[in-house]
């Protein structure tokens, strides 16, 4: 998975690696690595299916602001890798997404482990704009932020 993976790879690497003993951290790894900012908060991947992702994040230093609390922008681009690989994992072959606009929500500190369940629709790959959103919650299942993000979803051009 060197390249940010297309939806038919990232479908085949995952039913590949899930079934692995330490295949969804192998894959969560992997995944940090193809797509390097989404990495900086060390996802863990837990769940993929058509339409819905659940990714975990452990609270650390590096992702914690002053006030000693996982840092806005953390927060954001969990929100942001699962409302795309949600939808990512759902599209048809050929299909991309455009991120077109985020919104973030933040309801309380975020602290300890936070993790983001995200729900998006089956679509084709016709092109239009999709919102997505992700919950955002700690260890004790409090919603700590909402992110919703929209999606451009289109076919893929190739470079001419």
């Known amino acids: 998975m060197p390249a940010a993976p297309s939806p038919t790879r990232l479908r085949r690497d995952w039913e590949r690696f899930r079934a692995l003993p330490y295949g969804r951290r192998l894959f969560s790894a992997l995944f940090g690595v193809s797509v390097p900012y989404s990495g900086t908060v060390r996802p863990r ?3 993929l299916a058509p339409g819905r992702a659940v990714i975990a994040m452990e609270d650390r230093r590096r992702v914690r602001n002053h006030l000693a609390s996982i840092h806005a922008i953390a927060l954001a681009n969990l929100g942001e ?3 795309g690989l949600a939808l990512a994992y759902a599209l048809p072959p050929g299909a991309r997404t455009i991120m077109k606009g985020l919104h973030a929500e933040y309801l309380k ?3 300890g482990t936070i993790t983001a369940t995200a729900q998006a629709p089956l679509v084709d790959a016709v ?7 992700a919950e955002l919650a700690d260890a004790s299942g409090a919603v700590v932020a909402r992110v919703t993000v929209d999606w451009l979803v289109g076919a893929h051009r190739r470079p001419s």
Not at 127 to 133: A, S
Request: no cysteine; proline share 6%.
């Open 45 to 47: 991947i837990l769940e």
């Open 81 to 83: 890798m699962a409302t």
């Open 109 to 111: 500190k975020a602290r």
């Open 127 to 133: 092109e239009r704009v999709v919102p997505v959103t």
